[in-house]
């Protein structure tokens, strides 16, 4: 919530914008130990210095937004955020003439916690309570809301907010966050009325918490978030930058997994498996066991969390690179079959196999882990392998694990995963589509002019149809018709047979309609596309 | 058709070396012709077809050389048969009188003559189903009614293993089908006496020097019990602490049998005495002697060497006189009533290397309760202690000495006869005595205590005898079943560090990754971590704190809301937030 500084004129009707502060969030110590009895609440409030602003055509845009009433409750007594927001129909004031600020305190914040925000309940909002739904209202005042001081209310008015910092980025764009930091304080403030409501149990909290199926959120999206987008190489330059904190004490818990490296050559060998598992990325880790121990042998490395990565390809590169084999196998079965004949029949023939990520997305199947504990439980096979997702174990029953025969050690780094999660795509980060722009370059830079004259078509269809929301794609007989008066294609099998190329390099992508037409399209950002076709035109 | 139906118990990981050992020796003395399947090879009943003739036809390859190459089937070119081969059990018939009428015909070769000498000229194929539960009912429903079309020409064997009840191939085949089954149940040993095998022939011997401390027993029967049944993962925890103790403890090397491990002492570097000297056995030890001995112990490397070579000595002594006794007590003790020192000898090895065996209240019970028994059962134990200690050199005198009281009991025996009659007499007055003064309570009271008294005071020869051979079997376990701890330099022989065993046998990623979020300071030692029970600090790695605010919310998150909230935190003491994109980004994966 928004308390607003009003100037002692406030009947005013310019609207001065002296000073917002916003709390964020309260952090509430939840110790289990304190029980909510001398529960510490922790304000912390950003103050936002702004310059009022003396537009008064911007006035209406507030008066009308502000209007608008989020009452937003976090109530983490039962770990729960419930996040209700009264219906957004604009309630219009009879006294215009009061300033809009003041309507935007709800009225159960104001109720509550009053003695934390310094907006004055007035009588006025009363008339608030009716528009928030029943259901809702029953259960925020429920009794089963541990106590006050628990259940947070940071209610803010997001749209006006957004706007008003919008209004400071254009004039300080860039030292937004530098300017909230000094104005960040600290407010300690003990709450008495924790110990009258009878404390609920955990049962009653979880059900409580768990009693409605539909979850309510606010509303607030990311896009609302004024940290400007970054591309990722910005991204990466900047993380580099900043420096981690108790990078001694990493270095110690290091070199404390670096020293085991001798103990796990050794039960390697001795027919033992190993897998590390613990919080932060084992990848450096492994990365310098193999550097360390195993340059002498051959070893296999497997990024398992590569979004691509499967069984065969894993099995492939043991038969073609270890063992030169040269040939197919029907099924992996008979690759492994193979594996483990040759294996048997040259002991002297030492393999070890490093998994990053065992648990990866692409080797969670019940069937590539029985592979892989099969190719694990080869006596001259050696695996070592990391984990880290929590339920890892559950993927492997008594059968496979007495194949694994792992020995498990913890190796908590606290290391950043940047490689494993480098296939992600975070949202905070823009898509850039740098990588998808030049490898459609490259593709069409090897096609003959007619198959780049057929995909331009297609492309321009998709651009000029960009703005239409039920667009599905262009059916393949209306492109046959195009294609032919351009004199791209002589017959539709030439067509078609240029498309299944598309296909395969996944530039289109073909859907069947309701009617049962083919309808094409390019699964390819129109910004990136129309990129493409300007970078096209110029050469 | 015959059906052998094979129940294995639940112990899934063993089960692989069962079959193997048994599809070995059926190939041995039985027949040629085994197949082994498994489930997950087996989804389809081609499959299971195309298995079938593969194992068979490329097993007989290998067994009959390539002479008889043509005659399997024309076609085909050596070795593994083709996959386009039409897979049938027609194929499988014709390949089958082919192959034992050639070797019914006096060819020129060697093969099966062991075989054949069982079996006549038609050895039965034999199909192992290694886990029935898990193949799906249609496959094998189609497999048996087709096979048993084929029963004239081919006499088939079935075995199933199964894992759970035998109720389960009833419920799996409908009764059409199991009707063309003829079932014999076979049960294999419990799991629970394979352990007791293993224990009895690795850790309950003198054999191999190495030896297990009581916790780590404790862990490994533990891990056993509660978690899988498995011998093999047993047999792998116990190669594990081997590993181990070799590779953590220095002194392991002195872990070797009698002769070697003296010539070993005497070359002892003072490195190792130094470890020697470390060792809190030793320390003990050196404690108890006199002042100048104790002086000499700590300055003299020879004087150690010494030492050490008379206290290995002793430890192999009492490793040879504590088994023996330890069978023997076990033997008295595990057919009473209520076991108070457990059924198997494994409990009872478990106590005795805790802590003093006589001390314990167990120990107490079970005593009582053999002062009990009856003449007989004492007899036949007392004997199977001799014949248990007779095994044991040094214990001549103790297996004299019981000896001597299985003689006296069996004078007892012959003059019995006279000690029963004079018993009776006596037993018959006092009765009479009570009915007469029957109204009286407090005479009755009287005469009861009286009788008891009278009991105890006038105890018979037998119990007297009784009383004197447990009180030396006493004597001989107090003398010789001392837990290993009291002994200087047990840490050579035994293995003790449990914590390491539990840890990489049975691991808890759930809770190390929740420790490493909870509470960070128990990876990283640092005085800023190491603070309030429950606000979140903004010292901590950015991951916690993130970890920490995703708790606080439900179900789903906001992560607009989340986002502010971190940059609050972190903004609480210092000026930077570009961050917290990066740990939103490790968090995503995460969930």
């Known amino acids: 919530m928004s308390s607003q500084k009003q100037p002692k004129e406030g009947r005013v009707l310019e609207v001065r914008f002296v000073g917002d502060e916003e709390v964020l969030q309260h952090i509430v110590d939840k110790q289990e130990g304190v029980k909510g009895k001398n529960a510490v609440q922790i304000l912390v409030s950003l103050k936002t210095p702004r310059k009022s602003e003396p537009e008064d055509s911007e006035d209406e845009d507030h008066e009308v937004c502000n209007e608008q009433d989020y009452v937003e409750a976090l109530g983490t007594a039962a770990q729960a955020s419930e996040l209700a927001r009264t219906p957004g129909k604009s309630v219009k004031f009879t006294t215009a003439d009061s300033p809009p600020e003041e309507v935007t305190s709800p009225t159960r914040a104001s109720k509550r916690q009053s003695t934390q925000y310094k907006t004055p309940s007035k009588g006025k909002k009363n008339q608030f309570v009716s528009t928030t739904p029943h259901r809702l209202r029953k259960r925020l005042s429920a009794p089963n809301l541990r106590s006050d001081s628990d259940s947070d209310f940071s209610p803010s008015n997001s749209e006006e907010e957004l706007e008003a910092e919008e209004e400071a980025s254009k004039l300080v764009p860039e030292s937004k966050p530098a300017s909230k930091a000094p104005a960040a304080g600290l407010y300690k403030t003990p709450v008495k009325k924790a110990k009258k409501v009878p404390e609920p149990s955990l049962v009653e909290e979880y059900f409580e918490a768990h009693s409605s199926s539909k979850v309510l959120t606010s509303d607030r999206t990311l896009q609302k978030l004024q940290t400007p987008q970054l591309d990722q190489d910005t991204l990466c330059r900047l993380l580099d930058g900043t420096s981690t904190a108790f990078s001694a004490e990493l270095k110690q818990l290091n070199k404390e997994h670096e020293r085991l490296f001798h103990k796990w050559m050794l039960q390697l060998q001795l027919g033992f498996n190993i897998v590390l598992f613990g919080l932060g990325s084992k990848r450096t880790l492994l990365e310098k066991f193999r550097t360390s121990m195993l340059l002498g042998s051959i070893h296999v490395v497997i990024n398992g969390f590569f979004p691509s990565i499967t069984i065969r390809s894993i099995l492939n590169s043991i038969t073609e690179e270890v063992l030169e084999h040269e040939g197919h196998f029907r099924n992996p079965l008979d690759q492994m079959d193979f594996i483990v004949k040759t294996l048997k029949e040259d002991p002297d023939l030492q393999l070890f196999l490093l998994i990053h990520n065992i648990d990866g997305q692409m080797l969670r199947g019940d069937k590539t882990q029985q592979i892989l504990g099969q190719l694990a439980a080869i006596p001259n096979l050696h695996l070592i392998a990391s984990i880290d997702h929590i339920n890892a174990p559950l993927s492997w029953d008594q059968f496979k694990m007495s194949q694994f025969n792992w020995l498990w050690y913890e190796t908590t780094t606290y290391q950043p995963y940047i490689e494993e999660t480098s296939y992600e795509n975070s949202l905070l980060v823009k898509q850039s589509g740098a990588l998808a722009l030049s490898s459609l370059t490259h593709v069409m830079r090897s096609l003959t002019p007619n198959a780049r004259g057929i995909f331009r078509l297609l492309a321009e269809f998709q651009l000029e149809n960009k703005d239409n929301p039920s667009y599905t794609g262009l059916s393949f007989q209306d492109f046959y018709q195009r294609c032919r008066e351009a004199f791209l294609v002589n017959s539709d099998i030439t067509l078609r047979t240029q498309l299944t190329e598309f296909r395969d390099h996944k530039l289109i992508r073909t859907k069947k309609g309701a009617d049962g037409v083919e309808y094409l399209i390019i699964p390819i950002e129109t910004g990136t596309l129309s990129d493409f076709l300007e970078k096209e035109d110029k050469e | ?591």
């Not at chain 2, 097993?59 to 050596?78: A, F, I």
């Not at chain 2, 872990?255 to 070993?264: H, L, N, P, V």
């Open chain 2, 1 to 591: 058709m015959k059906v052998l139906e094979y129940r294995k118990g639940v112990n899934v990981p063993d089960h692989a070396m069962t079959f193997q050992s048994l599809s070995a020796l059926l190939q041995e003395s039985v027949t040629p012709y085994v197949v082994c399947l498994q489930s997950k090879e087996c989804s389809a009943l081609k499959q299971v077809l195309q298995k079938v003739l593969v194992q068979l036809m490329g097993h007989s390859v290998s067994v009959e050389d390539d002479d008889d190459e043509e005659d399997q089937s024309g076609p085909r070119p050596t070795g593994i048969p083709s996959r386009k081969m039409l897979c049938s059990m027609a194929t499988l018939c014709g390949w089958y009188t082919a192959v034992t009428q050639k070797s019914a015909s006096p060819s020129p070769g060697k093969k099966r003559l062991s075989s054949s000498k069982g079996c006549g000229q038609r050895p039965p194929v034999v199909v192992i189903f290694k886990d029935l539960e898990s193949f799906t009912p249609r496959v094998l429903q189609e497999f048996i009614v087709i096979s048993s079309q084929y029963i004239q020409q081919l006499p088939l064997i079935f075995i199933f293993g199964i894992a759970t009840s035998p109720i389960t191939i009833h419920g799996m085949l409908p009764h059409s089908v199991s009707s063309l089954l003829c079932i014999q149940l076979f049960q294999s040993l419990s799991c629970t006496q394979h352990l007791a095998t293993v224990i009895d022939k690795l850790v309950l011997t003198t054999t191999f020097p190495f030896k297990l401390s009581g916790k780590v027993l404790q862990v490994l029967i533990s891990i056993f019990l509660y978690h899988d049944f498995s011998v093999r993962n047993f047999i792998k925890g116990l190669q594990l602490s081997l590993l181990d103790h070799f590779y953590s403890q220095p002194l392991s090397m002195l872990c070797c049998d009698k002769q070697e491990a003296r010539s070993r002492a005497k070359e002892l570097s003072h490195e190792d005495c130094e470890n020697i000297r470390q060792l809190p056995s030793f320390m003990r030890y050196v404690e108890k002697q006199e002042p100048e001995i104790q002086v000499q112990l700590l300055t003299c490397d020879k004087r150690v060497k010494d030492v050490t070579q008379s206290l290995l000595k002793e430890l192999h002594a009492y490793h040879k006189n504590y088994y023996p006794v330890l069978r023997c007590l076990h033997a008295l003790t595990s057919s009473l009533p209520k076991y108070p020192l457990g059924k198997q000898i494994r409990e009872l090895h478990g106590i005795c290397l805790e802590k003093n065996v006589w001390e314990t209240e167990e120990y107490e019970s079970a005593f009582q309760l053999l002062r009990m028994l009856a003449k007989d059962e004492l007899v036949a134990a007392l004997r199977t202690c001799t014949e248990i200690l007779k095994c044991a050199k040094k214990l001549g005198d103790a297996v004299e000495k019981l000896e001597e009281f299985i003689e006296r009991f069996e004078l007892l025996d012959r003059c019995s006869a006279v000690v029963e009659m004079g018993q009776e007499g006596e037993e018959e007055l006092p009765p009479q005595k009570g009915l007469q003064k029957k109204t009286d309570l407090f005479q009755l009271q009287k005469s009861l205590l009286e009788r008891e008294s009278r009991r105890t005071k006038k105890l018979s020869k037998f119990e007297l005898l009784r009383l004197a051979v447990l009180d030396c079997i006493d004597s001989i376990v107090k003398k010789h079943l001392l837990p290993p701890e009291s002994q200087p330099l047990h840490e050579v022989f035994y293995y003790s560090s449990a914590g390491t065993l539990r840890r990489h046998l049975n691991a808890a990623p759930r809770t190390a990754i929740q420790t490493a979020l909870n509470n960070p300071y128990c990876y990283l030692q640092s005085e800023a971590l190491k603070s309030e029970g429950g606000a979140i600090s903004n010292a901590a790695p950015d991951i916690c704190i993130v970890y920490k605010l995703h708790l606080e919310c439900g179900r789903l998150i906001n992560l607009y809301d989340w986002l502010e909230a971190y940059a609050t935190v972190v903004a609480a003491a210092e000026g930077k937030d570009p961050d917290s994109a990066a740990a939103a980004q490790l968090d995503d994966v995460k969930h």
